[in-house]
C-alpha cells in the first residue's frame, strides 16, 4: 500500500474540504455541493484507495457523479476511466484491456459479468474526505 501523501496545496486542499455553502447547487435543479462532497466521501470509503481497487469505470452522464468520482480519486481512490461509450460492448472492451472490474452507474442496469455495478444509495452522507490526496505522479483519470 501506497503511503499517505499530505495535501500541501491550499487548491488541493480547498477542492477535498467540505463546502462551506453545502445547500449551493452544483448543477442547476440537481445536485447540491455538499452531496457532491457526501457521494466522493462514500465513494472514497466504499472503494478504498487505487492499490486496493484499481480502477472505477464511469457509465453515467450524471454529472453530481462524475464529480464526486473525481473528487474521490483526489482524494486517493481509485484511477477513473472513462469509456467512449456506456454500451455492455465497450465495457466488456475496456475490461479486457484494463482489468477494471467496478462500473459507477446512477440507475439500475445489467454490467458484464466480469463487473460489478456500483450505485450509490439515496441519501448519502459522509462528514470527511481523505486529508491525503494521490500523489502529483499519480493518474486520477484514463480516457478509453
Do not use: K
Not at 102 to 129: C, F, K, N, W
Request: hydrophobic share 45%; charged share 20%; glycine share 6%.
Amino acid at each position: 500500500m501506497r503511503p499517505p501523501f499530505p495535501c500541501t496545496s491550499p487548491e488541493i486542499a480547498a477542492l477535498i474540504a467540505r463546502p462551506v455553502d453545502t445547500a449551493r447547487e452544483f448543477v442547476a435543479g440537481g445536485a447540491t455541493l455538499g452531496e457532491v462532497y457526501s457521494l466522493a466521501a462514500w465513494l472514497r470509503t466504499r472503494l478504498g484507495d487505487a492499490e486496493q481497487r484499481g480502477t472505477l469505470c464511469l457509465a453515467t452522464d450524471n454529472r453530481a457523479l462524475i464529480a464526486a468520482a473525481l473528487l474521490a480519486s483526489l482524494a486517493g481512490g481509485p484511477v477513473v476511466l472513462l469509456p467512449y461509450s456506456f454500451s455492455d460492448q465497450a465495457l466488456a472492451a475496456m475490461h479486457r484491456a484494463t482489468g477494471c472490474t467496478m462500473v459507477l452507474v446512477d440507475t439500475e442496469r445489467e454490467v458484464p459479468t466480469t463487473m460489478e455495478a456500483i450505485r450509490p444509495p439515496g441519501g448519502t452522507t459522509s462528514s470527511t474526505l481523505s486529508p491525503f490526496v494521490t500523489r502529483p505522479d499519480e493518474e486520477l483519470l484514463r480516457l478509453y
